[in-house]
């Protein structure tokens, strides 16, 4: 198999978390790194919704005029709703995963 290489940046916690994450899957960064690519990219060619910041918006808009809350901050919220839901999908994909894997 032809592999290619790329190189990603990635604050350091999220690092940390994905090295942990690895370790504890028993797995090398760089697999566990593909493996969620590979996910991700089953999610985008399924045509699953990525919930949309636009949506999110339009979605928490009503709450966040109850709350008195600007544009900025709805927005800020809505990126951590949709960063969120990512990591939920991530994490249940990589266990759905793993639990496929014969032990080794």
Request: proline share 5%; no cysteine.
């Amino acid at each position: 198999m032809q592999v290619r290489r790329i190189t990603i940046r990635v604050p350091p916690e999220l690092h940390q978390q994905l090295s942990r994450l690895a370790a504890s899957q028993s797995v090398s960064l760089n697999t566990l790194a593909v493996e969620a690519l590979e996910a991700y990219a089953a999610t985008l060619a399924a045509g699953r919704e990525r919930f949309p910041l636009r949506e999110l918006s339009a979605l928490l808009a009503p709450a966040a005029e109850a709350a008195d809350l600007t544009e900025e901050e709805l927005l800020h919220y809505a990126r951590l709703i949709r960063r969120r839901i990512w990591q939920e999908r991530y994490e249940k994909a990589i266990q759905s995963y793993s639990g496929h894997q014969e032990p080794g």
